[in-house]
């Protein structure tokens, strides 16, 4: 075991290309002293000039957000992330690690993480304009912790961990790297079928009651989980995705995962687009923090991302839905309300946000992805010259 978290934590300075970078940025939470060691220690082989570890306590912050005020919470400087702007003018690499609690964040408002959500991404502006343009190297990648193991999945913190290295394809031989690479050239390949369709949109059908159309932009582009500087961005990945014309979805569709977001729950919940916006929307469980995600500014009720993952998946495969987006996004197809990608879109020069919206492209300060996909999901791709292409056939890839 110990083995095979430390190729893991190499893995992770892989994904990121440190060895084109001098400084290293990881976030992570504070429970996860052991990992901490271990990746300093692999990081200490890279000629690096700096490695800064923004450890935070989430207990910490769910005690802040459950008794403070809204200025109050503002004023913390718990909520101030302007570090990642420092980093981020250096170049840095970054490493998100995330580990989820369940139900931590159960009690605390939803307009409360929506407005504190919205709080944090301007303080670190900076870094926000070059993580949502693809100009850094960044990973973002899970290590479990014993409340997500035993209270959450049921299971021992060997056994979740054990889990997750497989899905990593991590087997303690130190060439989990290479069978990434290989791995995602192979979805490169579909991407590029994908792409020589340029289709109009994508017809989204199945037995729970989805019946969706999502319009293409002209010049979409399909992406792997390789970034623009050869990283790995998702560990794991298994997406081919696009964004959509956020201005031309029609119809509804159903979720066929429950929805964690900042730990906590939405689960069985429907959308219902017109026009390309959100016009009506239910959930079982979480309602009102959908709500919020919907609301949380005036594009935040657009899609920005359309992805296709094959139900027989190995993370699905596993039969188990972990309650982290990290791995449930991965186990079949989903979407994303909110922020589009601007490498989505084949174009030679930058583009403002207002250039982006005019091609089809959402710009919104939120980007949350839900799952979609299930054993009898059909998608099929309409051409601009009126072909219809079954894409998926009973939740799995079939191009």
């Given at each position: 075991?110990?083995?095979?978290?430390?190729?893991?934590?190499?893995?992770?300075?892989?994904?990121?290309?440190?060895?084109?970078?001098?400084y290293l940025f990881v976030e992570i939470p504070s429970f996860l002293?052991?990992?901490?060691?271990?990746?300093?220690?692999?990081?200490?082989?890279?000629?690096?000039?700096?490695v800064h570890f923004e450890?935070?306590?989430?207990?910490?912050?769910?005690?802040?957000?459950?008794?403070?005020?809204?200025?109050?919470?503002?004023?913390?400087?718990?909520f101030d992330k302007s570090i990642f702007d420092k980093y981020a003018?250096?170049?840095?690499?970054?490493?998100?690690?995330?580990?989820?609690?369940?139900?931590?964040?159960?009690?605390?408002?939803?307009?409360?993480?929506?407005?504190?959500?919205?709080?944090?991404?301007?303080?670190?502006?900076?870094?926000?304009d070059l993580y949502e343009s693809d100009k850094l190297n960044w990973c973002i990648a899970a290590v479990p912790n014993e409340l997500w193991a035993k209270k959450g999945l049921k299971m021992s913190l060997e056994e979740l961990w054990n889990k997750i290295l497989d899905i990593c394809l991590v087997?303690?031989?130190?060439?989990?790297?290479?069978?990434?690479?290989?791995?995602?050239?192979?979805?490169?390949?579909?991407?590029?079928?994908?792409?020589?369709y340029e289709f109009e949109y994508l017809k989204y059908t199945n037995s729970l009651g989805t019946d969706l159309k999502v319009y293409l932009p002209l010049n979409?582009?399909?992406?792997?989980?390789?970034?623009?500087?050869?990283?790995?961005?998702?560990?794991?990945t298994e997406e081919i995705f696009t964004s959509p014309d956020y201005k031309k979805t029609e119809g509804v569709v159903y979720s066929s995962k429950p929805l964690y977001y900042n730990n906590v729950l939405i689960d069985n919940f429907s959308l219902t687009f017109k026009d390309g916006k959100v016009v009506d929307y239910h959930a079982d469980q979480g309602e009102n923090l959908l709500k919020s995600i919907i609301e949380t500014d005036d594009y935040s009720c657009y899609l920005g991302e359309c992805a296709l993952v094959s139900y027989d998946s190995p993370i699905n495969n596993t039969g188990i839905v972990f309650n982290e987006t990290l791995f449930d996004e991965n186990a079949s197809c989903h979407l994303a309300l909110g922020r589009g990608f601007v490498e989505c879109l084949d174009c030679e020069s930058?583009?403002?946000?207002?250039?982006?919206?005019?091609?089809?492209?959402?710009?919104?300060?939120?980007?949350?992805d839900f799952m979609i996909g299930t054993n009898d999901l059909k998608v099929v791709g309409v051409t601009r010259d009126n072909r219809e292409i079954t894409i998926i056939e009973n939740g799995n890839l079939i191009i």
């Amino acid at each position: 075991m110990n083995k095979r978290i430390e190729e893991y934590a190499e893995l992770l300075l892989k994904c990121v290309k440190l060895e084109d970078k001098r400084y290293l940025f990881v976030e992570i939470p504070s429970f996860l002293e052991s990992f901490v060691e271990i990746l300093k220690d692999k990081a200490s082989k890279y000629d690096l000039i700096d490695v800064h570890f923004e450890i935070y306590d989430p207990f910490k912050k769910h005690e802040l957000l459950v008794t403070l005020d809204q200025e109050n919470i503002y004023k913390h400087p718990m909520f101030d992330k302007s570090i990642f702007d420092k980093y981020a003018k250096l170049d840095a690499a970054f490493i998100f690690i995330q580990s989820m609690i369940p139900g931590l964040m159960d009690d605390v408002d939803s307009e409360v993480i929506k407005n504190t959500s919205l709080h944090v991404r301007k303080t670190q502006k900076y870094f926000r304009d070059l993580y949502e343009s693809d100009k850094l190297n960044w990973c973002i990648a899970a290590v479990p912790n014993e409340l997500w193991a035993k209270k959450g999945l049921k299971m021992s913190l060997e056994e979740l961990w054990n889990k997750i290295l497989d899905i990593c394809l991590v087997s303690g031989d130190f060439k989990s790297y290479d069978k990434w690479i290989e791995k995602i050239n192979n979805m490169i390949k579909v991407s590029d079928v994908l792409n020589n369709y340029e289709f109009e949109y994508l017809k989204y059908t199945n037995s729970l009651g989805t019946d969706l159309k999502v319009y293409l932009p002209l010049n979409h582009v399909w992406k792997t989980g390789f970034g623009s500087h050869g990283e790995i961005c998702n560990l794991p990945t298994e997406e081919i995705f696009t964004s959509p014309d956020y201005k031309k979805t029609e119809g509804v569709v159903y979720s066929s995962k429950p929805l964690y977001y900042n730990n906590v729950l939405i689960d069985n919940f429907s959308l219902t687009f017109k026009d390309g916006k959100v016009v009506d929307y239910h959930a079982d469980q979480g309602e009102n923090l959908l709500k919020s995600i919907i609301e949380t500014d005036d594009y935040s009720c657009y899609l920005g991302e359309c992805a296709l993952v094959s139900y027989d998946s190995p993370i699905n495969n596993t039969g188990i839905v972990f309650n982290e987006t990290l791995f449930d996004e991965n186990a079949s197809c989903h979407l994303a309300l909110g922020r589009g990608f601007v490498e989505c879109l084949d174009c030679e020069s930058e583009l403002s946000d207002e250039d982006l919206r005019s091609n089809g492209i959402n710009v919104s300060n939120s980007h949350v992805d839900f799952m979609i996909g299930t054993n009898d999901l059909k998608v099929v791709g309409v051409t601009r010259d009126n072909r219809e292409i079954t894409i998926i056939e009973n939740g799995n890839l079939i191009i």
